[in-house]
């Protein structure tokens, strides 16, 4: 018999709906697990910043709640203890799964854009990509496509195409910690 306490919280509340959330591949927990190590060795021994998982309810000031994939909330006073964050996070990232893509991709952003998150990463696991949006004067900017590239097309650049392909992800909400494109997708399977 399975634990109806377990699946309870498994939704969102998206523009006053409850939007259920169903578990997600093993790519998708891979990918999380590997931003999240990244950021969470970053911030050890720092002052500020908490990384979180999908396992946090964050209720927006708009009504919302979300249980983004990641976020980072950097000022520490801002979070009180429970399962619950009453903030707005300063960085998210949501990981397209095929029933989430639309969502994520278009109404998620809105929102995320509309309370104020800094920065929003849209990672895409079948095309192993990072689309990173920067807020600028309240409006969500995309800031840079990252990808890995599959073997067959690098073979048709030439050199100043391969020299111009980034894979260093800079945060834009830390001085100093960039996470590397192979970091992210490291162990997918295909």
């Known amino acids: 018999m399975f634990n109806d306490r377990a699946i309870q919280n ?3 509340i998206i523009g006053g709906e409850k939007i259920m959330s169903p578990s997600p591949a093993k790519n998708h927990a891979y990918i999380m697990n ?3 190590f990244n950021i ?3 911030l050890k021994g720092k002052k500020f910043g908490r990384v979180f998982t999908d396992n946090m309810d964050v209720h927006l000031p708009d009504g919302n709640i979300f249980r983004p994939d990641l976020f980072v909330v950097c000022d520490r006073k801002t ?3 429970g399962r619950t964050v009453y903030c707005v ?3 998210a990232v949501e990981i397209l799964s095929h029933s989430s893509k639309k969502m994520d ?4 952003k809105d929102i995320y854009e509309k309370n104020g998150v800094k ?7 079948w095309e192993k990509s990072v689309t990173v949006y920067i807020l600028r004067d309240g409006k969500f900017k995309l800031d840079e496509e990252y990808m890995i590239y599959p073997e067959e097309e690098l073979s048709e650049m030439d050199e ?3 020299a111009a392909i980034k894979t260093d992800i800079k945060l834009s909400i830390f001085d100093d910690l960039t996470i590397s494109i192979d970091d992210i997708f490291f162990d997918i399977e295909d």
Request: proline content about 7%; glycine content about 4%; cysteine-free.
């Open 105 to 108: 991709v278009t109404t998620k």
């Open 160 to 162: 100043g195409e391969k």
């Open 119 to 125: 920065e929003y990463w849209i990672v895409n696991p």
């Open 79 to 81: 979070l009180k203890q």
């Open 34 to 36: 590997n931003i999240f």
């Open 40 to 42: 969470q060795s970053y």
């Open 10 to 12: 498994l939704y969102e």
């Open 89 to 91: 996070p300063d960085f």
